[in-house]
C-alpha cells in the first residue's frame, strides 16, 4: 500500500490542489475585471476633465456617476454615467449624505452595517431635480461595518463632497 501511494497521487491532496487552483484562477479573474473597471473608470474621468475643463471632481467606480467642479465661471457639473449637465453655483439648492444601513444588535443604526451611501445633490432643474453620486452599494448580506477605517473613509469623503457643493452653493448665492 506504501509503495501505491509512492508512486500514485493521495485523493486528498489532489483535492486540496484542485481547491487551490480553483481558488487562485478565480481571484485573478475577479482582479483583472476589477483592474478593467478601474483602468475604464479613470479614462472616462480623464476625458470628461479635458472635455469640460473641470478643476476638481469625484467619479464612482460603481456607475460613473460624478460630480465635478469648475471654479473658474462657478459651474457644477454632475452626471449620472448616462447623462450630465453644467449648472453654474447659484442653481445649486442643497447636498447631503445618504446612508442605508442594516441596524446592529443593539437597535441603533449608528452601530450597524453600511449597505448604500451617496452624496444627492440638489439643483434648481424642474427636468432633473437631484443626482446622485454612489460611492458604496452593497447588494448581499449586511453591508460593511460602519466602525472600520475603509468605511470611515468613504463617510470623510462623502462629508467633504458635500461641504465643497455647500460652499459652491454659498459662493453662487453671493452678490
Known sequence: MAAARRGGSDP????????VLGLLVT??????RR?????????FAADLRERRSLEAMYVSK????FIAFRFSDRTLV?????EEREYPFAAVTGATVEVARTPAKSGKDE????????????????DRPSWAYRILDWPRGKGLPADVPGTMAMMDQAERIVAQVEDAKRVGQAP
Not at 483592474?35 to 479614462?43: F, G, L, P, S, Y
Not at 460603481?62 to 456617476?65: E, F, K, Q, T
Open 12 to 19: 486528498v491532496t489532489a483535492l486540496l490542489t484542485l481547491l
Open 27 to 32: 481571484l485573478s479573474a475577479a482582479a483583472v
Open 35 to 43: 483592474n478593467r473597471r478601474t483602468k475604464a473608470v479613470e479614462a
Open 62 to 65: 460603481l456607475d460613473r456617476s
Open 78 to 82: 454632475l452626471g449620472d454615467g448616462a
Open 111 to 126: 452601530d450597524g452595517w453600511i449597505k448604500q451611501l451617496a452624496v444627492r445633490v440638489w439643483v434648481d432643474d424642474p
